[in-house]
């Protein structure tokens, strides 16, 4: 069992920057893909990013990347969402969630669809203000 908690939320305006935060209760945290979904309302819930706590390799969603930075503090067992330049689109309730890696991974064939992920957090809420 993985408990995960996100953090880091709240209101921003447009051309801002916010970095969520989800700590992993799991031990050992290093197998783990560790991952960012967000659900906007009226919409499904969208994959955002994943890095693997072993290799620390990061995949995105074409629609963020450049925009958005994924990353992890092992020693912390965190993962970090880094979002620069936010807009009015952005706004969503943010969730952090997590896989065991069958060893897929780093061969390219990324986790990037919600069933995929096993565990997952409560969600923590962007607003952006235009």
């Known amino acids: 069992q993985v408990h995960l908690e996100e953090s880091g939320g709240g209101l921003v305006q447009a051309g801002g920057s916010l970095r969520l935060s989800c700590i992993a209760s799991r031990r050992p945290y290093s197998t783990l893909i560790m991952a960012w979904f967000r659900q906007a309302p009226g919409k499904e819930r969208e994959f955002v990013a994943a890095?693997?706590?072993?290799?620390?390799?990061?995949y995105y969603a074409s629609a963020v990347n450049g925009r958005f930075t994924i990353s992890a503090d092992n020693a912390k067992s965190t993962v970090y969402l880094q979002m620069n330049n936010l807009s009015a689109e952005h706004t969503a309730i943010y969730y952090c969630?997590?896989?065991?890696?069958?060893?897929?991974?780093?061969?390219?064939?990324?986790?990037?669809?919600?069933?995929?992920?096993?565990?997952w957090g409560q969600g923590t809420q962007v607003t952006v203000s235009s």
């Open positions: 969630a997590s896989t065991v890696d069958s060893g897929r991974y780093d061969s390219g064939r990324y986790y990037y669809t919600a069933p995929e992920y096993d565990y």
């Open positions: 890095i693997s706590t072993r290799s620390l390799r990061q």
